[in-house]
């Protein structure tokens, strides 16, 4: 029997942990040894060890650091190191996962290692499926800077929402790929969690749900929150990212898989994004450069780097 493999993938603070902890509400095996909670994730983040600390190291060997927002290239994916990555992900998945005939995985980080993933999963005969935390950029940065400052500036965290989603969402295309919106999870639970369930061809457990909805939801699990409005008139978002939330809301309304007309336009955005490969490298040098400074003593460099030719 073909086993699934989903993968949670989305950028940082869009509520990829709240998912996870749904998909297991849902029955899906997610391991045994879980990262411990922190004051970032006091409720847990529900990754796997194992698997996480490859993950890392995957970032590591392709020279990634999270705030990184360089796109990555062929060359990249060809490095000698990540054949023996993949073969250590192979045991660790069988190792941790034994028979489950769905499991899930997830780490923030995923999206932007999807070639890393798909033919580690074709290796093992593993049915990928993916599901996409989708929440609005302006609350996501607004979850950032009650964390860290530097980083959850609109500017810095549309860049790494770009890095994040955009560059290899169209390797999902052919495979199932659910889009949950975080702020209609919170609201109506019992009903996303239905449909997560059915665009996954999974039978719920019951118990599970009711156990979500009722121990594991809490209000204090969203501070911030920016509407389907906020997206088209707020000036502070950059226009790709304005662009790319607003294909990724219109998914997370519905109950199929992305259309054509879905796919071309992704694919028109991805381009655009290509167009910036530079500006995105010369981000990543000043924050290597200043890595210890104050974001805001870098944030006019960063911005001049990034608006030089402004993308429409």
């Known amino acids: 029997m073909t086993r699934t493999g989903v993968l949670v993938i989305g950028a940082g603070r869009s509520g ?17 040894q879980l990262k411990r909670p922190t004051r970032k994730n006091p409720r847990g ?12 190291r995957v970032r590591r060997a392709l020279g990634l650091r999270a705030e990184h927002v360089r796109l990555l290239t062929e060359e990249d994916w060809q490095r000698a190191d990540l054949d023996r990555l993949r073969r250590e992900m192979q045991a660790a998945i069988e190792s941790t996962m034994g028979a489950a005939p769905v499991w899930g995985f997830k780490y923030a980080g995923t999206g932007r290692l999807l070639p890393f993933w798909l033919p580690l999963l074709a290796d093992m005969d593993v049915r990928p499926a993916f599901v996409l935390a989708y929440r609005n950029p302006l609350s996501i940065a607004a979850s950032r800077r009650r964390l860290d400052a530097e980083r959850g500036q609109q500017e810095k965290n549309d860049l790494e929402w770009l890095a994040n989603l955009v560059p290899y969402l169209h390797l999902t295309r052919g495979h199932p790929l659910v889009v949950v919106d975080y702020d209609r999870l919170m609201q109506d639970p019992h009903g996303q969690l239905a449909r997560l369930a059915r665009m996954l061809g999974i039978t719920p457990e019951p118990e599970g749900v009711e156990r979500f909805v009722n121990e594991f939801l809490s209000p204090s699990l969203r501070h911030n929150r920016y509407d389907h409005e906020d997206l088209k008139t707020d000036r502070t978002l950059h226009p790709l990212v304005r662009r790319g939330a607003l294909l990724l809301d219109s998914l997370a309304r519905q109950q199929g898989q992305p259309d054509e007309a879905f796919w071309e336009a992704w694919a028109d955005l991805r381009r655009a994004l290509y167009d910036s490969t530079e500006k995105h490298a010369e981000v990543d040098r000043l924050i290597d450069q200043r890595r210890r400074a104050r974001w805001w003593d870098i944030a006019t460099p960063v911005r001049r780097a990034w608006q030089a030719r402004p993308l429409s």
């Open 16 to 32: 990829t942990s709240t998912l996870a902890r749904a998909l297991i509400a849902l029955g899906i095996e997610f391991g045994q």
């Open 45 to 56: 983040f529900f990754e796997e060890v194992n698997l996480l600390a490859i993950s890392k």
